[in-house]
């Protein structure tokens, strides 16, 4: 079955550097690859995702890109901010029609220091 | 439009008992996932419910169980329950078909003791 490896499982930069989690699946049929954040007692909110067939997708200060051949995708995040701070959940799922399951990587729990 | 809500919000029991979970999805979203988050675990897939059939399953043992209703809402049951169950259990809404966002609900923070 399909497995989601998420590193580095804590990170931890300075407000206004650059933050990058890198995710690695093992299903070469996955077509999907959203990232949700989950702030403390909150549930986890899509905050970007990917389809197979772009290599690179931007939101504001946000960005993911996805390498279908190595089969792995990464999460940048530039000029942080304290409110960055969460747990980052990687994710890989396949066509609902062959029945797939969303796969979620164990999570990073970024830390933003002020 | 609503978004997912979950009932209750919290739970304590103890080992043996069972519990019932109910989610209730977004409007016109007719597939139904449920996960089980612990610390350090991630998120746990146990099932995934559509059109009230039991689509997919994770691994967890039988004591995990599900059912959807005609209206979409789904509840999961745990029978009984061990120390081990404590976790905040989330259940999330979609289409149910092709490739898209999952919204999550707030979750039940069940404790066994």
């Known amino acids: 079955g399909e497995n989601v490896e998420q590193h580095p499982s804590t990170l931890s930069v300075q407000e206004g550097d650059s933050a990058v989690i890198k995710c690695t699946y093992s299903?070469?049929?996955?077509?999907?690859f959203p990232w949700y954040k989950q702030e403390l007692g909150k549930r986890p909110q899509l905050i970007i995702d990917?389809?197979?067939?772009?290599g690179e997708k931007k939101d504001q200060r946000i960005a993911v890109t996805l390498n279908k051949t190595a089969k792995h995708f990464s999460l940048h995040i530039t000029e942080t901010q304290p409110e960055d701070s969460a747990v980052y959940f990687c994710?890989?799922?396949?066509?609902?029609?062959?029945?797939?399951?969303?796969?979620f990587g164990p999570g990073t729990s970024l830390s933003v220091i002020p | 439009k609503a978004g997912v809500t979950q009932t209750p919000r919290y739970l304590i029991k103890t080992r043996g008992q069972q519990v019932t979970l109910s989610c209730s999805p977004i409007?016109?979203?007719?597939?139904v996932s449920w996960y089980q988050q612990t610390p350090g675990q991630g998120l746990q897939f146990l099932f995934e419910?559509?059109?009230?059939?039991q689509r997919n399953k994770g691994n967890f043992p039988g004591r995990f169980s599900g059912r959807q209703f005609s209206n979409s809402r789904s509840e999961m049951n745990v029978s009984t329950l061990e120390l081990g169950d404590s976790a905040l259990y989330l259940c999330?809404?979609?289409w149910g078909v092709g490739v898209d966002e999952q919204f999550f609900g707030p979750g039940t923070r069940l404790t066994v003791l």
């Open positions: 994710a890989a799922l396949g066509m609902k029609t062959s029945y797939d399951k969303v796969i």
């Open positions: 990917i389809r197979s067939n772009v």
């Open positions: 299903d070469s049929a996955s077509n999907y």
């Open positions: 999330a809404s979609d």
């Open positions: 409007s016109g979203h007719r597939s």
């Open positions: 419910y559509f059109s009230e059939t």
